[in-house]
């Protein structure tokens, strides 16, 4: 095709697009790569779909994205193979940078939490103990109000370079937000941990002297687990906890097992939200989303539990607690059968009202046959359109750990349901699946909005994630927005969707209707 001759800028009357002369195109070092792919391809009579580079003579590099399926005889045997090329070179540089980005806290230098994450699952694989010790600042706040944020960046810039030079090399650091630093150090004991601990906290106190010239005193709390357990997140979960009850005297706190005593008020905590879904405890808000102009185009469904003693707990407080348990399915399909059932209302009473969007947890994906029935269904029920209700999900579900996408999000798009992913920017496991995913809108996490314009590393990530977005014709919506600073960076930078308490809070459905419904060109800044 024109295409292909375009993108291996060949000469359509001179050039014979056949197998081998293709093959010589491929770089040297992804040949076997294709070969492979499309060996396996032919034997089990199945398509195949890779990425690889192309090597012009010029030393020249294009990533090219390919599709291909072989046809076959009546005998069995191959007739002919056909397929697509796609230059994703330009995704792939926006990925790549993105990439670089995303391990990076870009304040210190230092890897961030995510990668700390990763490299804690790395050494806990090689089965000998790992002491995890996370620590903070004490009121580092005080720093920043008193000298301002410019003073107190460069303190937690010092911070790290002296971590840095007192660990040995096999030790890892990070800097995992605010003023939070997280050191890995695989195979010492809790003893030892503790000595690095009482270490830590000495060199940072000398941070101060010298170079800032400024009368102050660091100090830190450090909380430690060592253990070798598979699972990081329960390392991570119990210095955490160390570290809130490290106060005073007891700086340095290492997990025991009767800290847990968190864990039992969360079961507390599950056994009463069962009793709130029997019990019609549960209400939803909505928060609106809208364009440059202010005017609505959509909004977020967000679930609140009013208690027997009449607290009403935002989800904070109760969806970290579900997640991973049946009940944060059965909370999903209760917000999916209430925001359809609220929409329907809203559009009985003609009221313009252009869809909802809903948080659904990695869970309703992970078996068949997925959510894609219970949403379709509702839907159905109360006579709405496909693309009334926008599926929110993280980007661990388009990146699970099989790196296959799960079929069912791929069933919602086919079906005509609008797919987003929320909090994009905060784990960045799925660039290399973007373009894979049948998306239709990425939400920028809050954490990178708050950022913006002073922090050139988040401004950066969102000028990267806008540029990806343009790539993969996806929209882009900012989250969490407050300021009318940050709303006019993001106007410059090319948004045109935003969501945050700039605009409102989330709303009642009554209070939200007279509001938004009943003056569709209401002005931003409204309540």
């Given amino acids: 095709s024109a295409e292909t001759h375009r993108i291996f800028e060949t000469d359509p009357g001179s050039f014979t697009p056949d197998y081998d002369a293709f093959l010589e195109f491929v770089h040297p070092d992804d040949r076997h790569l294709l070969t492979e792919a499309y060996r396996r391809s032919v034997e089990t009579h199945s398509p195949y779909s890779i990425e690889h580079r192309v090597l012009f003579r010029d030393g020249r590099v294009k990533f090219i994205h390919e599709r291909g399926r072989t046809e076959y005889g009546s005998d069995g045997l191959p007739l002919r193979s056909i397929g697509t090329a796609q230059d994703v070179t330009e995704l792939r540089q926006a990925r790549d940078s993105l990439e670089k980005l995303a391990f990076e806290d870009h304040l210190t230098g230092l890897p961030n939490r995510t990668a ?41 810039r010092r911070v790290g370079r002296t971590l840095a030079r007192l660990l040995p090399a096999k030790d890892h650091l990070s800097r995992i937000g605010g003023d939070e630093f997280l050191i890995l150090s695989p195979g010492i004991s809790s003893e030892e941990a503790l000595e690095l601990a009482n270490r830590v906290r000495a060199a940072v106190q000398l941070v101060t002297s010298g170079p800032l010239d400024v009368p102050i005193r660091l100090d830190t709390r450090v909380g430690l687990a060592v253990g070798s357990d598979p699972d990081a997140g329960t390392l991570l979960q119990h210095a955490d906890i160390a570290l809130h009850l490290a106060r005073g005297a007891e700086a340095c706190q290492l997990y025991r097992e009767d800290m847990s005593e968190v864990m039992r008020q969360h079961m507390v905590v599950l056994s009463r939200f069962d009793q709130a879904l029997e019990r019609d405890q549960l209400f939803l808000e909505y928060q609106a989303q809208v364009d440059s102009d202010g005017a609505l185009t959509g909004a977020e469904a967000l679930v609140r539990w009013r208690t027997e003693n009449n607290e009403v707990l935002p989800p904070g407080a109760f969806i970290p607690i579900i997640e991973g348990t049946p009940l944060v399915e059965r909370l999903g399909v209760w917000v999916l059968d209430r925001a359809a059932r609220q929409m329907a209302d809203w559009r009985s009473q003609g009221l313009p009202f252009p869809s909802v969007s809903v948080n659904l947890s990695p869970r309703h994906f992970l078996t068949e046959p997925g959510i894609s029935p219970v949403l379709l269904a509702t839907l159905e029920r109360y006579g709405l359109p496909r693309d009334a209700l926008e599926v929110e999900i993280t980007e661990s579900v388009v990146m699970p750990l099989t790196g296959q996408i799960p079929a069912d999000v791929e069933r919602l798009a086919a079906s005509g349901v609008p797919i987003a992913i929320d909090d994009f920017g905060t784990g960045y496991s799925s660039l290399s699946m973007l373009y894979r995913v049948p998306l239709h809108r990425l939400k920028i996490d809050r954490s990178l909005i708050r950022g913006v314009p002073s922090n050139t590393g ?31 960076w993001l106007r410059s930078a090319g948004f045109n969707r935003y969501q945050g308490f700039l605009f409102a809070r989330p709303q009642p459905p009554e209070v939200f209707a007279q509001r938004w419904l009943a003056a569709p060109d209401a002005a931003i800044g409204g309540t």
């Fill in 458 to 488: 988040a401004a950066s990530i969102v000028s990267a994630t806008i540029a990806l977005a343009e790539a993969l014709n996806l929209e882009c919506l900012a989250e969490g927005v407050e300021t009318a600073e940050e709303l006019a």
């Fill in 116 to 156: 700390a994450r990763n490299e804690l699952e790395r050494m806990l694989q090689r089965g000998a103990p790992v002491a995890v010790l996370q620590l903070d600042l004490v009121e580092f706040q005080q720093i920043n109000g008193t000298y301002g944020h410019e003073f107190g960046d460069e303190v937690l």
